[in-house]
């Protein structure tokens, strides 16, 4: 078996929104309610969605020195210093990805499908402040 290796952290970041959309897939859906019927896989799309936003983060930001995981302060107080309106992003992407989705498993679709448009509004904007050697979104 191959092990795939990705060393530019915007692209592994958008291989988990594809990751969140592939556990969204499974969740069985009533259009009834506009609802999913299990939030086990709301939950897991929340989680993976949340983590690939922290693979992008990270790569713009520099939090994570030493050991331990930073904490979401020390994201918003990185943001802050460098651009206003990641910060918004991380705010609104935090609590709907993580908390919304991940923690409470909120099943109306469109709360996940707000979700996936969090996440890759981050992901956008933090390729945006990377270096040009980084960006994907040009590359073939």
Not at 101 to 121: H, I, L, P, W
């Amino acid at each position: 078996m191959e092990e795939i290796i990705n060393t530019n952290p915007i692209a592994e970041a958008r291989r988990y929104v594809a990751n969140a959309e592939d556990v969204i897939k499974k969740a069985k859906y009533d259009p009834e309610t506009k609802s999913y019927l299990d939030s086990k896989y709301i939950k897991m799309a929340g989680d993976t969605l949340w983590k690939g936003c922290l693979i992008a983060l990270d790569a713009v930001l520099h939090v994570r020195t030493g050991k331990g995981r930073p904490s979401i302060e020390k994201y918003r107080e990185a943001a802050k210093k460098r651009d206003g309106k990641l910060l918004r992003f991380i705010n609104l992407g935090y609590d709907l990805m993580h908390l919304t989705m991940g923690y409470d498993g909120d099943r109306n679709k469109k709360v996940c499908e707000t979700g996936f448009e969090r996440a890759n509004a981050i992901i956008d904007h933090c390729e945006m402040l990377l270096p040009l050697p980084l960006r994907v979104r040009g590359s073939a």
